[in-house]
């Protein structure tokens, strides 16, 4: 059981560049979230589905696209990468029948 | 929405009690939870209580909820070197999504 798993773990990209983080979870659970987190911001919620084909928008989703074709797969997309998107991203899932959420150890992103 | 405020930093000796608190805005706040990142890590979760409780004790935590004040606070008895980490409380409402809301964390560093 490997939980929730996150790559690549660091990225560095130019502005302008696209990339897709991974996100993936064999715990067949059917919430999952995208968080950033930033220097004395603690975490913000980018964008979130609690099932399959099934996506919501969180409180920062600008420039960032998901979506959620397996119940253990959920990408988050950056189209065209900005400097003030540099930040540590994570993943969280959660069963539908649980209080916790299991995060992902998360990707450092560097946009230069 | 809902707002969730804690203060940046925490500095204790070893032995002695943390406390670490929080308030939050929406008094319909259902779930209330402490989480632990520790250094280039995701997040745990440490504990987590209930509106309908006022305090909840795990070995060396203790948790009280002051409903009134929307006031949530964690203390770890005599603390130890490897406790310091940055904790995070987050609450969320009743529903379905259980969707949290995140305070900007607490770092607590422990002297020897």
């Known amino acids: 059981n490997a939980g929730v798993t996150q790559t690549p773990k660091f990225q560095v990209l130019k502005t302008g560049q696209s990339m897709t983080l991974q996100c993936a979870q064999d715990m067949n659970h059917e919430y999952m979230s995208w968080y950033r987190q930033d220097p004395g911001m603690g975490l913000r919620l980018i964008h979130y589905?609690?099932?399959?084909?099934?996506?919501d928008q969180g409180e920062v989703p600008n420039g960032y696209n998901v979506s959620r074709s397996t119940t253990e797969d959920f990408p988050l997309r950056l189209l065209s990468a900005a400097p003030s998107q540099t930040s540590v991203y994570f993943c969280?899932?959660?069963?539908?029948?649980?209080?916790?959420?299991?995060f992902g150890p998360g990707t450092r992103l560097t946009v230069t | 929405g809902e707002d969730v405020e804690q203060s940046l930093f925490l500095s204790v000796r070893e032995g002695d009690s943390s406390v670490i608190n929080c308030t939050y805005t929406?008094?319909?706040?259902?779930?209330l939870y402490w989480y632990k990142q520790e250094p280039g890590a995701g997040l745990q979760l440490l504990t987590y209580?209930?509106?309908?409780?006022d305090m909840k004790q795990d070995q060396r935590l203790t948790v009280l909820l002051n409903k009134k004040d929307k006031h949530l606070s964690l203390r770890i008895a005599d603390t130890q070197t490897g406790d310091s980490a940055i904790y995070f409380c987050a609450v969320s409402p009743p529903g379905g999504s259980y969707i949290p809301t995140f305070g900007r964390g607490t770092s607590l560093i422990v002297h020897p």
């Open positions: 929406d008094s319909s706040s259902t779930y």
């Open positions: 589905s609690v099932g399959a084909g099934i996506t």
């Open positions: 209580i209930f509106s309908n409780m």
């Open positions: 969280a899932s959660r069963s539908s029948g649980d209080y916790e959420q299991y």
